[in-house]
């Protein structure tokens, strides 16, 4: 695969030849793709196991805690039922 580049693909488009632009812009994105999931693999790589789990917030901290005492209500309620 030759290595285009922006000039190539609108001379291409310019003097009417439609195979060889769209080669070009196929090799421009292709290029531009990865060389976007290289630096994203390498930022993923660098912070795996850097990473400090992510604080919740209060708001989903008291829904969770509500959710859960729901719950265990609900249960403790069947269970007397069930006796």
């Not at 793709?33 to 919740?56: C, H, Q, W, Y």
């Not at 265990?72 to 006796?83: F, L, M, N, P, V």
């Amino acid at each position: 695969m030759t290595d285009y580049n922006t000039k190539d693909a609108l001379n291409y488009a310019l003097s009417g030849e439609p195979s060889k632009f769209k080669d070009a812009v196929n090799d421009i994105l292709m290029n531009k793709v990865g060389d976007a999931l290289n630096i994203r693999k390498m930022d993923i790589s660098t912070n795996m196991f850097n990473e400090e789990e992510p604080e919740m917030d209060t708001a989903a901290e008291l829904e969770v805690e509500s959710e859960v005492s729901q719950e265990s209500e609900t249960e403790d309620g069947a269970d007397e039922e069930i006796s």
